[in-house]
């Protein structure tokens, strides 16, 4: 992990996260000032149950996940956070991540935030407090699904609900960002596996078999969905 931020670039990291969307510039800088940038290597965490902590980070770029290990060693993906919004030990936001990890699932940014200016800046806003109520409403929703799909769905089609989950939390298209006629993930067949709660072997055997059905394309750490339709039906 690395510190960046040169007055410079205070606000970059700020700058297109939906929950500060009209904020004045004046705003912008104040809260930016407060939220340090910290960057994180692919595969390194930002918290584990082993480093307490209690701050709020909100993401710029990359991805991270968010995942329980059981007694017996096993997983739960309880949330992948993409790029402009929120997550952190905040129990005042109903976001508790004891026992919880967080790890980068690519090179990733983020802007960290104390329990003390949360409550000066965020929640003391009425428009950014909505907002953090919206997101953590829609994560609870996503993390019974989760659970129902561990429960209720075989294997392959929790691999294919997490590719179909994957590429609809993309960022938005843009002026710099043309829209994709077939999306790319970009994840190693191990890191999906862990996504989709299941082993690296038994992953790869699925994902083949999707391959050779011409629903995706398989690259080196990339995985290209070809027919977004078709796997939705394999998802159940």
């Known amino acids: 992990m690395t510190d960046t931020g040169p007055d410079t670039e205070r606000t970059w990291c700020l700058a297109e996260v939906d929950i500060f969307r009209d904020l004045s ?16 290597s692919a595969g390194e965490m930002l918290y584990a149950p082993t480093q307490p902590c ?24 309880t949330a992948i956070i993409t790029p402009g919004t929120i997550f952190g ?17 690519d090179d990733a940014t983020v802007c960290v935030m104390s329990r003390t200016d949360v409550h000066r800046f965020l929640l003391a806003d009425a428009r950014i407090s909505a907002r953090i109520t919206a997101i953590l409403g829609r994560r609870l929703a996503d993390l019974e699904q989760r659970l129902s799909d561990s429960v209720f769905k075989s294997v392959a089609q929790r691999i294919a609900t997490t590719l ?17 006629r077939h999306p790319q993930i970009a994840l190693t067949h191990e890191q999906l596996a862990a996504l989709a709660g299941t082993s690296r072997e038994t992953c790869t055997k699925v994902l083949r078999a999707l391959a050779d059905r011409g629903l995706i394309r398989l690259a080196r750490g990339r995985i290209t969905v070809l027919d977004a339709a078709r796997l939705e039906d394999e998802a159940g």
């Open 164 to 180: 179909l989950t994957l590429t609809t939390a993309q960022p938005p298209a843009g002026p710099l960002r043309p829209v994709a």
């Open 25 to 40: 510039a004046q705003e912008m800088e104040a809260i930016a000032a407060a939220a340090p940038m910290k960057t994180y």
């Open 54 to 77: 209690e701050v709020l980070f909100i993401l710029k770029k990359g991805r991270v996940r968010i995942f329980r290990v059981s007694a017996d060693g096993r997983a739960l993906t």
């Open 89 to 105: 030990e905040m129990v005042l936001l109903g976001q508790r991540m004891y026992d919880n990890y967080a790890e980068a699932l």
